[in-house]
C-alpha cells in the first residue's frame, strides 16, 4: 500500500494524503487521530476539491463546530452510492443451487434429499430469504424437529 504525504502541514491542520491512489485527509481532534477518505482518485481538481474540505474542517474545530459523524464533510451533491440489490426467491435460488451441486453429488441424493426440501419449499406460504425465522417456525410446527433440522441445514447450505 503506497501512501504519499502532498506536502507538510503545520500541527493542528488537516493533512492530504493519497493512499492507493485515492485521497484522504488525516487530522488530530482532541488528541484521536481522524481519517475521512473522500473516495477521490488522486489528481488536481480533486485535490482542490480535498484542500475545501480539509479548510472546512480546520475552521469548524477552531470554532467548536466540529461533526464527529463527518456528514458535513462528505461530498457535496455527490450522487449516494446505489447497491443493486437482486432479491431471488428461496425457490429459485435453491433451483440455482442444485444446479450447481449436480455434479458433486449423486443422483440418489437429489432425488431423495434435495427433492424433499424443494417439495417443503412449493407449499411453503414464505418465499423470502428474510424470512428465516419464520420459515424455522413453520417447519417445526408442520414437520418434525428431525425433519426441521436437516432442512434448515439444506438450507443454509444453499444460502
Avoid: H
Avoid at 491542520?13 to 491512489?21: L, P, R, T, W
Amino acid at each position: 500500500m503506497e501512501v504519499k504525504i502532498l506536502g507538510k502541514t503545520p500541527k493542528g491542520s488537516v493533512s492530504i494524503k493519497a493512499s492507493n491512489d485515492r485521497l484522504q485527509l488525516v487530522y488530530r481532534y482532541r488528541g484521536i487521530r481522524e481519517y475521512l477518505s473522500l473516495g477521490l482518485p488522486d489528481n488536481r481538481n480533486n485535490r482542490k476539491f480535498a484542500q475545501s474540505v480539509a479548510s472546512t474542517i480546520e475552521l469548524d474545530i477552531l470554532s467548536g463546530n466540529y461533526d464527529r459523524t463527518k456528514e458535513r464533510y462528505k461530498l457535496f451533491g455527490a450522487e449516494p452510492k446505489t447497491e443493486r440489490i437482486y432479491k431471488l426467491e428461496l425457490l429459485e435460488l435453491w433451483d440455482k443451487y442444485v444446479e450447481y451441486k449436480r455434479p458433486q453429488v449423486s443422483q440418489n441424493t437429489i432425488a431423495k434429499t434435495y427433492r424433499q426440501v424443494e417439495r417443503w419449499l412449493e407449499r411453503m406460504p414464505y418465499k423470502s430469504v428474510d424470512d428465516a425465522v419464520i420459515i424455522r417456525d413453520y417447519l417445526l410446527k408442520e414437520s418434525t424437529p428431525y425433519s426441521t433440522r436437516r432442512i434448515i441445514n439444506q438450507l443454509n447450505g444453499c444460502c
